[in-house]
T-cell receptor, first 115, second 116 residues
Framework: DTAVSQTPKYLVTQMGNDKSIKCEQN?????MYWYKQDSKKFLKIMFS???????INETVPNRFSPKSPDKAHLNLHINSLELGDSAVYFC??????????????FGPGTRLTVL | AQSVSQHNHHVILSEAASLELGCNYS??????LFWYVQYPGQHLQLLLK??????LVKGIKGFEAEFIKSKFSFNLRKPSVQWSDTAEYFC??????????????FGTGTLLAVQP
């Protein structure tokens, strides 16, 4: 009974391709996130959705487009992939958007390699 | 802008040695602080968290951390490490974003290698 799941776990693709990563949480949480972890293990937030509404959009190229069909899912679509997009992408969720009293629960990550 | 600094990038210890990993943050408002651990090839897991109250918080697997407000620090400690503690450790602060919304800001991580 995985709490936050991501597919695929590994993704290898050519430059210029378009790919999607899917995330699902079965915790009943309202807020979901996408993070990027680079080769130096630095984690940076990309997007956050609360009840299907975009609430955080960091400085991310518009080739990245998140989509939340419902509050249990947050997918990440990437157009025209570049070498610099190679990273591990983590999805996370937490019960609410405001207040600090809830930790985030992370998915297993998707390792994207762009050749 | 809010930031989190972890001064030790790579720590190597022998089993049974004591551990202290430094974490400092820059944020003037109310903070919630976290330590996450990432075992090799795995996702991030919460070790412990501080929201309010006793500044000494205890987490899983014998870890603890102390929040010192005057020093803007939240250092992680364990009296005696085990080989299984080998992992990457991330300090994070929960910062407000444009009002009520919160986001986590992570430090750059500390890679701990415990030698048997």
């Amino acid at each position: 009974d995985t709490a936050v799941s991501q597919t695929p776990k590994y993704l290898v693709t050519q430059m210029g391709n378009d790919k999607s990563i899917k995330c699902e949480q079965n915790l009943g949480h309202d807020t979901m996130y996408w993070y990027k972890q680079d080769s130096k293990k630095f984690l940076k937030i990309m997007f956050s959705y609360n009840n299907k509404e975009l609430i955080i959009n960091e400085t991310v190229p518009n080739r990245f487009s998140p989509k939340s069909p419902d509050k249990a899912h947050l997918n990440l679509h990437i157009n025209s992939l570049e070498l610099g997009d190679s990273a591990v992408y983590f999805c996370a969720s937490r019960p609410g958007a405001s207040g600090g009293y809830n930790e985030q629960f992370f998915g297993p990550g998707t390792r994207l390699t762009v050749l | 802008a809010q930031s989190v600094s972890q001064h030790n990038h790579h720590v190597i210890l022998s089993e049974a040695a004591s551990l202290e990993l430094g974490c400092n943050y820059s944020y003037g408002g109310t903070v919630n602080l976290f330590w996450y651990v990432q075992y090799p090839g795995q996702h991030l897991q919460l070790l412990l968290k501080y929201f309010s109250g006793d500044p000494l918080v205890k987490g899983i697997k014998g870890f603890e951390a102390e929040f010192i407000k005057s020093k803007f620090s939240f250092n992680l400690r364990k009296p005696s490490v085990q080989w299984s503690d080998t992992a990457e450790y991330f300090c994070a602060v929960n910062a407000r974003y444009g009002g009520a919304t919160n986001k986590l800001i992570f430090g750059t991580g500390t890679l701990l290698a415990v030698q048997p």
